[in-house]
Nanobody, 120 residues
């Protein structure tokens, strides 16, 4: 059983910062690409950023320069540093990962989401 558990969401004023974390746990052999996505009631789930096992990153164009994705492979943990937050960043943020289990099965997993609310 593999789980992704997000934390770090909350309420912040516009211009502020938050750091999200996503810890992978369970019968894990290794983790390939990890990523953050976000969703609001008005929009489909959208890409925020992804990072490969070797650290190659990819960002949504509109978020480059404000958000930074990183990971600690020794801790099976993904991070998202969000700076200069705007009200339009308000969403539920989801962690996603491609994970090799100890039985060498590659599956895609989602976390339960963490809510970020940015007040104006």
């Amino acid at each position: 059983q593999v789980q992704l558990t997000e934390s770090g969401g909350g309420l912040v004023q516009a211009g502020g910062s938050l750091r999200l974390s996503c810890a992978a746990s369970g019968s894990i052999s290794s983790i390939e690409t990890m990523g953050w996505y976000r969703q609001t009631p008005e929009k489909q789930r959208e890409l925020v950023a992804t990072i490969s096992r070797l650290g190659n990153t990819n960002y949504a164009n509109s978020l480059k320069g404000r958000f930074t994705i990183s990971r600690d492979n020794s801790k099976n943990t993904l991070y998202l540093q969000m700076n200069t937050l705007k009200p339009e960043d308000t969403a539920v943020y989801y962690c996603n990962a491609d994970i090799w289990s100890v039985t060498m099965t590659l599956l895609n997993y989602w976390g339960q989401g963490t809510r970020v609310t940015v007040s104006s």
